[in-house]
């Protein structure tokens, strides 16, 4: 693989259930990201990570955790969905905070 | 609360003309900037950084950065119809104590044959 690749595509999902969107890149960047992306709001930071071992929480964290266990993998859980998560989700990379960001392809998850 | 302004358009352009897309941004000690393409139905592709106030060409976009004016901009010579995209402009930010990029919501261009 080269790059960033993420998992699943898309995903339609039953309101209460538990859902882990995977992200893994290839490039050793230091710090990954999070976003979602929703019509008229732009992109939005969920969580960040700036080197393997450390998260933190960024512009809408609340329903969604993550874990960063190595420096390619950082999976965004969400625990309990509800329709408001309902949006498209990419995961990003960089060399290091504040450095250039690249994108993953995304995952589309509908929460119904 | 750190912003990055950006008219959402759509900007329409003829094939060949010169498109410019600008982007204002409120936080002072910001010191990188990005332009980023976003296809429909895609994810954000980088195309342009400029750390540097003036011109930084690459083939045929060119980014602008004045700082004393909060202000960046990307130009696109000669556009052509698969330039037609929407352009987010991304500032390096500090918030609550963690460094990120704050996205504009991007402008929508559509270049015409």
């Known amino acids: 693989i080269a790059g960033i690749t993420q998992a699943p595509t898309s995903q339609i999902l039953a309101a209460g259930r538990r859902m882990t969107l995977r992200c893994t890149q290839d490039?050793?960047?230091?710090?990954m990201y999070w976003y979602r992306q929703d019509l008229g709001l732009g992109l939005r930071l969920i969580h960040y990570?700036?080197?393997?071992?450390?998260?933190g929480k960024g512009e809408v964290p609340d329903g969604y955790s993550v874990s960063r266990a190595n420096t390619d993998d950082f999976p965004l859980t969400l625990a309990s969905a509800v329709p408001s998560q309902t949006s498209v989700y990419f995961c990003a990379s960089s060399p290091d905070r504040g450095y250039e960001q690249y994108f993953g392809p995304g995952t589309r998850l509908t929460v119904t | 609360q750190k912003e990055v302004e950006q008219n959402s358009g759509p900007l329409s352009v003829p094939e060949g003309a010169i498109a410019s897309l600008n982007c204002t941004y409120s936080d002072r000690g910001s010191q990188s900037f990005f332009w980023y393409r976003q296809y429909s139905g895609k994810s954000p592709e980088l195309i342009m950084f400029?750390?540097?106030?003036g011109d930084k060409e690459d083939g045929r976009f060119t980014a602008q950065l004045n700082k004393a004016s909060q202000y960046v901009s990307l130009l696109i010579r000669d556009s052509q119809p698969s330039d037609s995209a929407t352009y987010l402009c991304a500032v390096n930010s500090i918030r609550s104590g963690y460094s990120t990029l704050t996205f504009g919501k991007g402008t929508m261009l559509l270049v015409s044959p």
């Open positions: 400029i750390y540097s106030n």
């Open positions: 490039m050793r960047h230091n710090a």
């Open positions: 990570s700036n080197t393997a071992g450390t998260t």
